[in-house]
């Protein structure tokens, strides 16, 4: 029978990869002369391996389990989570590489020792006390205990969030950081009528003109590092320069603050933001504030869908350019080969105006 359809179920975590075997080397010095009393332990001071406290214990005169004259020697752990590992305690001779190595160890799988020292690894019957009195090092017992167990995963490196953004922000309206200075406001012009203008109070904003240079070059044309005073910005509310500065700084806009101010944010963007933007979106590089609100080329203070509805049914071409996007409006002027800087109102006027010449070229041929 073939089979087409195959995947995996895990229940709990799988273990990872087991590790290389680790070495320690325990030494109890002085052995003839500890206590041969059966069933006396004499314990190592713990040990570090694979994150986890280990202890070696010995009894020189055997266990409760051990043959007579045998001595016992057990492995433990003392931390208190649990941790499976293969393990080998191993007697060498000192000197002479021919005599016969003891060892106990976990031929046949991995041995689960159980946190805070409740179980222990090891041998009751090592081998006899007369046999390990002749592998002595200057009267030094030296067990070698070997460990190998699964590698923990590793943690996910912390890497912290570039600064660069955070650092510029210190800089935004900084005196003393920047290097030329608007006068914004002093009248703006009426929303109702664009002959009106009503008076505002002058505020000063503080930039430096390289990041000007490279998010918002048509602001950068208008001044240049060490003018001597403040350039004057009129048409538009302090607070909306500002947010738009802001932005420039690598700054985002609260939602709030865009939806309460999204038409005179996006007029402010079109006179001083990047000519071509690149991408839309909040924060971006050439991207224009309010531009993923889907807010540019609607109609103010009518409702966008009955609109969008008269323009597909009734309106002319040329109001059509009205609906359009700045985007858009920038693409249809790049194609036709026109130029793609000015205002909304100038790129409408001028595919208008390269329309309507069309249409009379066709007519006189």
């Known amino acids: 029978m073939e089979i087409s359809d195959v995947a995996d179920v895990h229940v709990g975590t799988p273990p990872g990869p087991l590790s290389s075997w680790a070495l320690r080397r325990v030494h109890f010095h002085g052995f003839a002369g500890l206590p041969t009393t059966r069933n006396e332990m004499v314990c190592s001071p ?23 004259g045998y ?93 660069c953004s955070g650092n510029l922000l210190k800089g935004f309206n900084n005196e003393e950081m920047s290097d030329v200075a608007f006068e914004v406001g002093g009248e703006v012009e009426s929303a109702a009528s664009r002959r009106k203008r009503s008076k505002t109070t002058a ?17 950068a044309d208008m001044c240049r590092p060490g003018d001597k005073g403040s350039m004057p910005i009129i048409g538009v509310e302090p607070e909306v320069f500002k947010m ?39 924060g971006e590089p050439g991207a224009i504030p309010g531009e993923d609100y889907g807010l540019r080329g609607r109609e103010w203070g009518q409702d966008p869908f009955a609109q969008g509805k008269q323009a597909t049914c009734t309106s002319a071409p040329g109001n059509d350019l009205k609906l359009m996007r700045v985007g858009e409006l920038r693409k249809q002027l790049h194609d036709k080969g026109l130029c793609i800087d000015g205002s909304r109102e100038t790129m409408i006027a001028l595919l208008r105006e390269n329309s309507a010449s069309n249409e009379t070229g066709a007519e006189e041929t």
């Open 46 to 68: 713990p040990f570090s391996c694979f994150g986890h406290q280990w202890r070696v214990a010995v009894f020189p005169g055997g266990g409760e389990d051990s043959k007579e």
């Open 71 to 163: 001595v016992a020697a057990y492995l433990s752990n003392e931390s208190p989570e649990s941790i499976q590992a293969y393990y080998k305690i191993i007697l060498k001779h000192p000197t002479d590489q021919n005599e016969r190595s003891f060892r106990i160890e976990s031929n046949d799988g991995m041995r689960t020792f159980e946190g805070g020292h409740q179980n222990s690894w090891g041998y009751e019957n090592t081998t006899k006390r007369e046999t390990i009195l002749t592998y002595l090092n200057n009267g030094t017992l030296t067990f070698e205990i070997h460990l190998r167990a699964y590698k923990k995963a590793e943690l996910a490196s912390f890497v912290p969030a570039n600064p």
């Open 203 to 219: 505020t000063t904003f503080y930039a430096f003109h390289s990041i000007l240079r490279l998010n918002a070059p048509s602001l």
């Open 244 to 282: 738009v500065l802001y932005f420039c700084y690598g700054g985002a806009i609260k939602d709030e603050e865009l939806a309460a101010n999204a038409k005179a944010i996006i007029e402010a963007a079109d006179r001083f933001w990047d000519r071509q933007p690149q991408a839309s979106g909040r």
